[in-house]
């Protein structure tokens, strides 16, 4: 099946096992003891685990949770780069899939919300007064930042250095 081919309708219904169910379950887990909902983690779990790109409605039925907040959870995690969405040709129908890109993108994300944090922190240094024991804080959390920032960055680097080979697509 190429990546343009409408999925085999019987072919979403992948065997999910105990120990992917488990699994599928340890990421509904996992994310929500980080304050994101536990449906979240679950379809997460679920794109990693599917062979193939999935319907919303594909989703819902497998996770057994409404479409409504599968649609919800979507929007966080194509606003992350954890989901990517997949239009297929001939099909009308939106599909979802773990994007190749999903890591590098969530490390890019990271960065942007690092880089926000130290704006914020500026911002707050130029409220306070000089001399304020206040500034102590704020210039340290302007240096953690640019240390973040400059993590990350050394991170896609290695990150796409390991992942360089060009056959690395998803086969759906």
Known sequence: MK???PPDSNSHKQNLTPELLRFIHSMGVYFESYGIARIGGLILGLLMVAHEPLSAEEIATTLKVSRASVSTNFRIL???GLAEKVMLHGDRTSYYAFPTTA?????QVSTQSVIALKRLAEQGLQAVDAGDSVQTRLQQTIEFCDMQVEYNQKMIVEWRARHASPARQPVY
Do not use: P
């Not at 890591?103 to 490390?107: D, G, H, Q, R, V």
């Open 78 to 80: 194509l606003t992350s």
């Open 103 to 107: 890591w590098e993108l969530a490390i």
């Open 3 to 5: 990546n343009t081919d």
